[in-house]
């Protein structure tokens, strides 16, 4: 089955195509035609490079793509489908699948070609993690939470007081501010059992990896990308404490679910008196299942196509 994925050059968008991309190809034999999309208007001759190619499937994620989508299904053979990944703002019924996290429901409404899905898109991983292996991943500046980094900084002073004995892993994102980095480095500097794994560096060490090997992960509320990957491995997920700006916003309230249901654990900042707080683990529920949202879109997709 040939394949045309159009990409954005965003990393959450290409991230979430990708595993997809991945876990259809455990049962479809893929081969996969990758386009980056340059600038902020995508010029006509790229359009002109695929007419003469056909493609069985044409997907993309991000607004940069949908539009390109429909373009290029135009000059494909019938039986192409074009699949858009995130929720398209205009044209929805002319795709032929839309895959869109379930918390974006209110925008597709009457609409029979949505299939659903819970949070994002992430690589699911059943190994057994290292118990003397921990991770912390940071964010930055964000829309959905105040960024306190005295505050952040000391839970994650708490979370590795915990884990004296282990080795503990510090990750931060394009994000993270250059003061706040400056503060890990810091945090490093004379504990040779942490390693800070910086965004801007050079490093081979994949987040990826060491999230799944993970036996405990900490992790900022901001990206529910990074949450919902965490989710998809063995291990335990805390969230440090943050405070919402909007507590009505999309991502504050998919926080939120996730702590109200006990999907995930947090460190609970307990006010002892005022301006004193107390911290301790509040643990998810040892029951819950991996997320593998994107093994069941595989599936209901291949049922399509």
């Not at 979430?16 to 999309?37: A, C, Y």
């Not at 992790?219 to 404490?241: F, K």
Request: charge should be positive.
């Amino acid at each position: 089955m040939n394949v045309l994925w159009i990409k954005d050059n965003n990393i959450g968008h290409e991230k979430q195509v990708r595993v997809l991309l991945e876990e259809l190809s455990k049962k479809i034999k893929l081969n996969i035609d990758e386009r980056s999309i340059k600038g902020i208007f995508p010029i006509y001759s790229y359009l002109s490079d695929v007419k003469e190619k056909y493609y069985d499937l044409v997907i993309g994620a991000g607004h940069k793509t949908y539009g390109l989508l429909l373009d290029t299904s135009k000059y494909q053979k019938n039986n192409c489908k074009s699949i858009a990944i995130l929720a398209p703002t205009f044209k929805r019924d002319k795709f032929d699948i839309i895959c869109s996290p379930i918390h974006d429901k209110n925008k597709l409404k009457d609409l029979d070609n949505v299939i659903f899905y819970e949070g994002s898109l992430s690589k699911v991983s059943l190994k057994e993690t290292d118990n003397n292996t921990v991770i912390v991943a940071i964010g930055g500046k964000n829309k959905h939470y105040q960024f306190n980094e005295e505050h952040i900084l000391s839970q994650i002073d708490y979370f590795i007081s915990l884990n004296t004995n282990k080795y503990c892993y510090l990750f931060n994102s394009r994000r993270t501010s250059i003061g706040f980095n400056k503060r890990l480095y810091g945090l490093v500097k004379n504990n040779p059992n942490i390693k800070f794994i910086d965004f801007n560096s050079d490093s081979v060490t994949s987040f990826e990896s060491i999230l799944h090997k993970s036996s405990m992960k900490l992790i900022t509320r901001d990206s529910v990308n990074m949450v919902y990957e965490s989710l998809s491995s063995m291990g335990e997920t805390y969230l440090i404490d943050m405070e919402a700006k909007k507590n009505d916003g999309k991502v504050v309230k998919i926080i939120n679910k996730l702590i109200n249901e006990k999907k995930v654990g947090y460190i609970d900042c307990e006010d002892i008196v005022t301006g004193i707080s107390k911290m301790k683990l509040s643990k998810q529920n040892t029951y819950n299942e991996v997320f593998a949202e994107v093994e069941k879109l595989a599936f209901e997709i291949i049922k399509v196509i």
